[in-house]
């Protein structure tokens, strides 16, 4: 039996989520850019609504860049229009809805979560086999856990289970702070979008920031930490 210590847990990667997509003409332009720019594991394609010819043509429009560069491409809802599409899964919201959409997504698609307000509601998506877990996000009300419980709720996940776990950054330091506490991927949105630099400044010192909290951070002394995967898969 070898005595070598387990391989350190990876650097966690960025999951961009796109602003509300209309006309995709300008980001299908602007993607190979920034997925160039950093180590983006996945893009969050945010529809706005409309009928779902429409909505699957902007899929199509949008998951060649995405799949070129090597990410994944995952519909923000709408999972009935994900395999039409070509995109790589989704993400829901709420256990009611992983549950329903799980059948038609697996195995060959992503199924990834969010939604959870508790911890027996993320243990639960975690045995109906979601991809990973999303914590931080603001619900309907546009309210949302303070930075704190989200790095907490982080790393409870990191340290017991296996599925990777996602936090919801609004800022740069919250990035950081996520990525410190355990997250495997750390979803960026609309303050990158805001930047005055321009997106891809953003994103770059986004990926700067938690790559630096990865290698600072201790390391896990838990083997199931080793586990999480890379990509949301």
Not at 8 to 18: E, Q
Not at 87 to 100: R, S, W
Not at 135 to 164: C, H, T, V, Y
């Given at each position: 039996?070898?005595?070598?210590?387990?391989?350190?847990?990876?650097?966690?990667?960025?999951?961009?989520?796109?602003?509300?997509?209309?006309?995709?003409?300008?980001?299908?332009?602007?993607?190979?850019?920034?997925?160039?720019?950093?180590?983006?594991a996945a893009v969050l394609l945010r529809l706005k609504e409309t009928d779902q010819r429409t909505m699957i043509s902007r899929i199509k429009a949008l998951a060649p860049p995405v799949q070129k560069a090597?990410?994944?491409?995952?519909?923000?809802?709408?999972?009935?229009?994900?395999?039409?599409?070509?995109?790589?899964?989704?993400?829901?919201?709420?256990?009611?809805?992983?549950?329903?959409?799980?059948?038609?997504?697996?195995?060959?698609r992503i199924a990834g979560v969010g939604g959870l307000t508790t911890r027996h509601d993320s243990m639960s998506a975690g045995e109906m086999g979601a991809d990973y877990v999303l914590f931080g996000e603001?619900?309907?009300?546009?309210?949302?856990?303070?930075?704190?419980?989200?790095?907490?709720?982080?790393?409870?996940?990191?340290?017991?289970?296996?599925?990777?776990?996602?936090?919801?950054?609004?800022?740069?330091?919250?990035?950081?702070?996520?990525?410190?506490?355990?997250?495997?991927?750390?979803?960026?949105?609309?303050?990158?979008?805001?930047?005055?630099?321009?997106?891809?400044?953003?994103?770059?010192?986004?990926?700067?920031?938690?790559?630096?909290?990865?290698?600072?951070?201790?390391?896990?002394?838990?083997?199931?930490?080793?586990?999480?995967?890379?990509?949301?898969?």
């Amino acid at each position: 039996m070898s005595n070598k210590p387990p391989p350190p847990r990876p650097a966690p990667r960025l999951y961009l989520a796109t602003p509300v997509v209309d006309d995709p003409a300008g980001l299908v332009a602007e993607l190979p850019g920034l997925l160039a720019s950093a180590d983006v594991a996945a893009v969050l394609l945010r529809l706005k609504e409309t009928d779902q010819r429409t909505m699957i043509s902007r899929i199509k429009a949008l998951a060649p860049p995405v799949q070129k560069a090597g990410a994944a491409l995952l519909v923000d809802g709408h999972p009935e229009i994900v395999a039409r599409g070509g995109a790589d899964g989704a993400h829901l919201t709420g256990l009611a809805a992983l549950e329903e959409a799980a059948p038609s997504l697996k195995p060959d698609r992503i199924a990834g979560v969010g939604g959870l307000t508790t911890r027996h509601d993320s243990m639960s998506a975690g045995e109906m086999g979601a991809d990973y877990v999303l914590f931080g996000e603001p619900d309907k009300n546009g309210e949302r856990p303070s930075s704190q419980a989200i790095a907490e709720r982080l790393d409870w996940w990191a340290e017991l289970f296996e599925p990777p776990c996602v936090g919801f950054a609004t800022s740069l330091e919250e990035a950081h702070d996520f990525a410190a506490s355990g997250a495997d991927f750390v979803l960026v949105g609309d303050f990158i979008w805001a930047d005055p630099r321009g997106p891809k400044a953003a994103l770059v010192e986004a990926d700067a920031a938690i790559k630096k909290a990865h290698a600072t951070a201790p390391a896990s002394q838990d083997p199931a930490d080793q586990e999480h995967g890379q990509r949301p898969t």
